[in-house]
């Protein structure tokens, strides 16, 4: 079953669009499309193809059947969220559906990646390019390129690149947690 609210979110950030400005070209209001991407409520047909005709698709595509039980994925199957000072790349459609959450950090100099709150689970990370250091409770610890770190979900941690180019890890969330 199709996600709608995810989906929508996922097209809207992809276009690189707020939801004002979501909301202007379609003529509904930020709450509405808000409520729409978290599932509280639902869309009429024509209000869901004004979206769509909106964010440069069409309802065909938009239900299209994902990939969502393959195997292999490849560039096309990967989304990019650019956030203040990283991005993440998912690089498994769907994968919040599945067990394990696999996705790409990428930091910029110096930067800081969001903090993860307590949560059950765990988290494995590989440093692909560069250096990083892993915060939680009182400890920093650094972890190189070709190095991984793995760390249980019962307290706040991030990890933050400590050098001036930029870095990138292969981060796996397990359960999905993004």
């Known amino acids: 079953m199709i996600d709608i609210g995810e989906k929508l979110w996922q097209l809207r950030t992809k276009n690189g669009l707020t939801l004002e400005e979501l909301a202007s070209r379609c003529e509904l209001t930020k709450g509405f499309l808000s409520q729409l991407e978290n599932n509280m409520t639902s869309p009429s047909i024509s209000t869901l193809s004004d979206i769509l005709e909106a964010l440069g698709t069409t309802p065909a595509e938009f239900f299209k059947e994902s990939k969502a039980n393959g195997v292999t994925f490849g560039e096309d199957d990967y989304f990019e969220d650019k956030r203040d000072g990283y991005t993440i790349n998912w690089i498994v459609p769907d994968a919040q559906k599945r067990a394990m959450e696999p996705l790409i950090i990428e930091l910029d100099g110096e930067a800081k990646s969001f903090e993860m709150e307590p949560h059950e689970g765990e988290e494995f990370g590989y440093v692909l390019k560069g ?13 190189n ?11 706040d941690y991030y990890i933050q690149n400590t ?5 990138k890890v292969l981060w796996v969330a397990n359960p999905p947690s993004f």
């Open 163 to 167: 050098t001036k180019s930029k870095a």
């Open 145 to 155: 390129q070709g190095e991984t770190f793995y760390v249980s979900g019962s307290s």
């Open 131 to 143: 250096k990083i250091k892993l915060v939680f409770q009182d400890h920093e610890v650094k972890v």
